[in-house]
């Protein structure tokens, strides 16, 4: 089967720096990407990562290791409007499909 | 333009109904999605659309019937739905291969 396991939550402190983890275990890989969703909002385009290595953009950073079948999205500088679900995603195949992980509650304290 | 729009942006509707959802991108792009999704939970993929041709079902009930008219707009057909067919539906669209997608603020349906 395919899996991608995310944690449930994570809370960081306004300003600090978070890391939010996804391993994976799938039939093929194509590339992760990451989502930001908030309450009562759609998913936003944060990330893709088909090689291994950072990619940074703003605040937001992602890594991929392909041998350790493991990925993070690093955000830095955390605002309050930071709270929302992330959400990792990986492209299995050569078609147009994704599959969406169960998603990180990301809780910002002051 | 670099949006996804998707009306109505609610809908209750009852069981014996007939309603359509609708979605429309002119950012060019090849693909369009259909996703459910239910709270505190990730978007299910329901259909795909590339090149205005239907790549992927994923086993949906034929209650849900997807039409791709050209290749900005992308409709979601509702029939005899169910309880739990309630959610927010989300329609997203990707220039490549699936692993950018932009989302639509989706339509939550409420069957009643």
């Known amino acids: 089967g395919q899996s991608l396991e995310q944690p449930s939550e994570v809370t960081a402190v306004e300003g600090a720096i978070v890391q939010i983890n996804c391993t994976y275990q799938?039939?093929?890989?194509?590339?992760l990407s990451w989502y930001q969703q908030h309450d009562g909002g759609a998913p936003t385009f944060l990330s893709y990562n088909a090689l291994d290595g950072l990619e940074e953009t703003g605040r937001f950073s992602s890594f991929l290791s392909r041998s350790d079948s493991y990925g993070y999205l690093l955000l830095q500088e955390l605002q309050m409007k930071d709270s929302a679900s992330y959400f990792c995603?990986?492209?299995?195949?050569?078609?147009?499909?994704?599959?969406f992980g169960k998603g990180t509650r990301l809780h910002i304290l002051p | 333009d670099t949006e996804v729009t998707q009306t109505p942006k609610h809908l209750v509707m009852g069981m014996t109904n007939k309603k359509s959802l609708k979605c429309e991108q002119h950012?060019?792009?090849?693909?369009m999605y259909w996703y459910k999704q239910k709270a505190k939970k990730p978007p299910e993929l329901m259909f795909v659309?590339?090149?205005?041709?239907?790549?992927i079902n994923e086993s949906v009930p034929s209650r849900f019937s997807p039409e791709c008219p050209n290749s900005s707009l992308l409709n979601l057909h509702l029939h005899a739905l169910q309880p739990e067919d309630s959610a927010l539906y989300l329609c997203?669209?990707?220039?490549?291969?699936?692993?950018?997608?932009?989302f639509g603020p989706g339509t939550r349906l409420t069957v009643t």
């Open positions: 995603a990986v492209r299995t195949g050569r078609d147009d499909k994704i599959i």
């Open positions: 997203a669209s990707s220039p490549r291969q699936g692993h950018e997608q932009y």
């Open positions: 799938t039939s093929g890989f194509y590339g």
């Open positions: 950012m060019g792009h090849r693909a």
């Open positions: 659309y590339s090149y205005e041709k239907l790549s």
